[in-house]
């Protein structure tokens, strides 16, 4: 039996895409015991996918303390596994894969780092573009198997199994009206529109759509969630005694809901992996086509600042595109609501008539 080992120590959305891995690497090797690596707050996007046998949480902080790292490389070592993945290639990952022995140790390049040591017996550089509807991002990780190992028909899609107690969610019993997750910011300020923006397009939709609205955000963010509350004008429309602080507790909310508007981010994986539709609204430093997975203009959809004005970047020296990304707001206010709600309107007339009719 081949003992494999994937680790992905990032955030929820690049855990949720990496389980790609588990899914195909089964498929080559189904008598084999597949363990994840993640870092514990993002385990429950994990948890019950019948191609994982085991989840290894980790915490970020305490990993990065040499001690702590030791006992783990040492710890994987003695589990004397077959094949490793590793592809996020960071240090710590990197030097788990090194010392680990394993046969197959398989990352990614960095084209920007030079390694110092072989932390990889095989080493794959990462795809110069997408060729997949699915986004170069998930592309990517499935590249570290076919680069390796002869994959047929590769299975792109992340998917969350729910257990049969998981799906029923009785605190939206007694809402009839179609239930919109709203996530209203995104997982860092970078990420997140500014709040009279997010107002204006919730008012939109609370005033156009005969809706509930929930607002999604992270338990840290409560105050930022309040202020873009206060600025709306249409509050009838939005539930806010129903929030859940788990990922997992999340899921099953999600998977209640009807669809999904938000920024980029994690919990788009997430109701993306449950088959929810989905609308994303895109940092403008973020490069879409790493990361906008599965998106056909029915079921996913998405804006980006680019697509409306490509020839934005053009004005911009090659240091003003280094600092977009430490402070992308400038930018974000030229991806007016104007600008997002009349594809938004779109999206909402080609689903509305199919929440309406659905029955929870």
């Not at 709203?182 to 008012?203: C, F, H, R, W």
């Amino acid at each position: 039996m081949k003992k494999i080992l994937i680790i992905q120590n990032k955030r929820i959305g690049d855990v949720l895409i990496s389980s790609v891995i588990a899914n195909n690497i089964k498929k080559l090797f189904p008598e084999s015991r597949v363990d994840f690596m993640a870092y514990d707050f993002t385990n429950g996007v994990l948890e019950n996918n019948p191609n994982i046998d085991r989840i290894i949480p980790i915490n970020e902080k305490e990993l990065k303390k040499i001690p702590n790292l030791i006992k783990m490389i040492r710890k994987v070592r003695k589990e004397r596994y077959d094949i490793i993945f590793d592809p996020y290639s960071k240090l710590q990952s990197r030097l788990i894969c090194y010392f680990s022995k394993a046969k197959y140790r398989i990352g990614n390049k960095r084209k920007h780092k030079k390694l110092p040591l072989p932390f990889y017996s095989h080493p794959i550089n990462l795809l110069d573009e997408k060729t997949q509807n699915c986004g170069k991002a998930i592309e990517d990780r499935i590249n570290l198997i076919t680069s390796v190992f002869p994959l047929e028909n590769p299975d792109y899609e992340p998917k969350i199994t729910l257990r049969e107690e998981e799906k029923a969610y009785p605190k939206l019993d007694a809402y009839s009206n179609p239930v919109i997750m709203l996530g209203i910011l995104g997982s860092t300020p970078q990420k997140s529109m500014p709040y009279e923006y997010i107002a204006e397009i919730v008012d939109y939709v609370a005033s156009n759509y005969k809706v509930h609205l929930l607002f999604n955000y992270a338990p840290h963010q409560k105050v930022e969630a309040d202020k873009i509350y206060a600025l709306c004008q249409h509050k009838e429309s939005i539930i806010l005694d129903i929030y859940e602080d788990s990922i997992r507790g999340f899921i099953r909310l999600m998977n209640a809901c009807d669809l999904m508007i938000a920024n980029e981010g994690g919990i788009v994986h997430i109701a993306k992996a449950l088959q929810k539709p989905t609308f994303t609204i895109f940092s403008p430093y973020v490069n879409k086509d790493h990361w906008a997975s599965f998106e056909d203009g029915k079921l996913h959809e998405s804006i980006h600042l680019l697509e409306e004005k490509p020839d934005l970047f053009d004005t911009f020296t090659f240091e003003e595109r280094k600092k977009i990304e430490e402070n992308p707001h400038t930018l974000y206010k030229q991806l007016t609501p104007e600008m997002i709600i009349p594809k938004l309107e779109k999206f909402l007339k080609l689903h509305s008539k199919k929440s309406h009719e659905s029955t929870r």
